[in-house]
């Protein structure tokens, strides 16, 4: 009979991202989209995870009007959330809420992946 050797269980341990708090308009945050993580808090809201180039993994807490805008951007593109400021709703009078503009890109390979030189 044959003997399986199993390896020493290992927790998981949830990593804490800093969380990007944009306050001026023009305060941007840009790197690879690493995750995507839906249904948090109290609000049920989703976080985007973005690794920046100097690889910090920054939290961004999603809205109405950004996860419209992320609907389109795929983990494993780069992107680019620019905060706009607060803008008056249209809908609700009164109301204001944080806009947003958003770029992506796929991210180009160097080739090293596939085992070209």
Do not use: F
Request: net charge negative.
């Amino acid at each position: 009979m044959e003997v399986n050797t199993v390896s020493e269980w290992k927790k998981v341990e949830e990593t804490e991202a800093e969380t990007w708090m944009p306050e001026n308009e023009g305060d941007e945050v840009m790197g690879l989209l690493v995750e995507v993580v839906p249904n948090v808090g109290v609000n049920k809201s989703i976080i985007y995870k973005v690794e920046t180039p100097d690889h910090n993994v920054l939290g961004v807490w999603g809205s109405t009007v950004l996860d419209a805008k992320m609907r389109n951007v795929a983990i494993g593109e780069e992107v680019r959330i620019v905060y706009l400021g607060m803008e008056k709703s249209d809908r609700r009078q009164g109301a204001k809420y944080k806009n947003y503009d958003v770029y992506h890109r796929e991210v180009e390979s160097d080739g090293e992946e596939d085992g070209e030189d």
